[in-house]
């Protein structure tokens, strides 16, 4: 090899090594695989597409933190079972406590919003006065929502399904006497199938935060998205997000 070659020789060696480097290590960026979250939130709350309230909020506490994320529509029992497995990364949104029964579960601690747990019924006559106030009745419920399935253990009868469309339409049809739901959720459900006479009760059964919970494997993330909704709360995002995903819905007015 002639000197004048050995300079050439030698960067073209370089960069052949540097573009194995690349391949071999990619960037974070590149390698970085979106987290898989779970839903089982019906309209407006999460939508296919991830154009509902609580998908919009948890995807920006996400992308503030770097963090790509894949959205997920499931069961509300599916959805807590593949979470606390770690078949997904985690799941949105839930009352708090949850991880005394999926130990696998870490909750963030800064809610994304709160949950209005509302009876629906279609008799005009139905006046109800918390929890208690369901026990002489045939409740309807989904299956998966524990805060419902806790407070309905004591009623005349139960029918659970899985989700809420099986619900309104028992309601609907008489088999059962009351159902219970997130306001906005009924709300939406009840008008978006044109079901006539279904009124909400009020006051709501309960109010309650509901939060993101990880698999245990990304507890470092917590306090990341704690912080990121707290921020997101200070300047007004979440707000904004929420008029969003009722954009359209024409409740907005309805909820206190």
């Given at each position: ?29 590149q ?21 509902g ?13 770097g ?17 606390n497995?770690g ?18 579960l ?36 989904v ?26 339409a028992?309601?609907?049809?008489g ?40 698999n ?29 995903g ?11």
């Amino acid at each position: 090899m002639s000197r004048a070659e050995s300079p050439c020789r030698r960067r073209s060696m370089l960069a052949a090594m540097l573009l194995c480097l690349c391949l071999a290590f990619p960037s974070r960026a590149q390698a970085a695989e979106p987290l898989r979250l779970n839903s089982a939130d019906p309209a407006p709350l999460s939508r296919p597409g991830g154009t509902g309230i609580n998908d919009r909020i948890v995807a920006e506490a996400y992308r503030r933190n770097g963090l790509p994320v894949r959205l997920v529509r499931l069961t509300a029992e599916r959805a807590l079972l593949n979470a606390n497995e770690g078949i997904d990364d985690g799941i949105y949104v839930r009352i708090a406590g949850l991880e005394r029964v999926y130990p696998n579960l870490v909750m963030v601690p800064e809610p994304v919003g709160e949950f209005l747990f509302t009876a629906f019924t279609k008799d005009p006559a139905m006046r109800v006065n918390g929890w208690d106030g369901l026990k002489p009745y045939h409740v309807g419920l989904v299956t998966g929502w524990k805060i419902v399935e806790a407070h309905t253990a004591g009623v005349r009868a139960r029918t659970s399904v899985k989700n809420e469309e099986s619900l309104f339409a028992l309601l609907d049809k008489g088999r059962v006497e009351v159902v219970v739901l997130d306001l906005l959720t009924g709300l939406e459900a009840a008008r978006s199938r044109g079901y006539q006479g279904v009124r909400a009760l009020s006051p709501p059964l309960e109010r309650r935060n509901m939060h993101i919970y990880l698999n245990k494997r990304h507890a470092d993330l917590v306090p990341k998205l704690a912080a990121a909704l707290r921020e997101m709360k200070r300047d007004g995002t979440i707000e904004r997000l929420t008029r969003a995903g009722l954009a359209g819905v024409g409740i907005a007015q309805e909820a206190p």
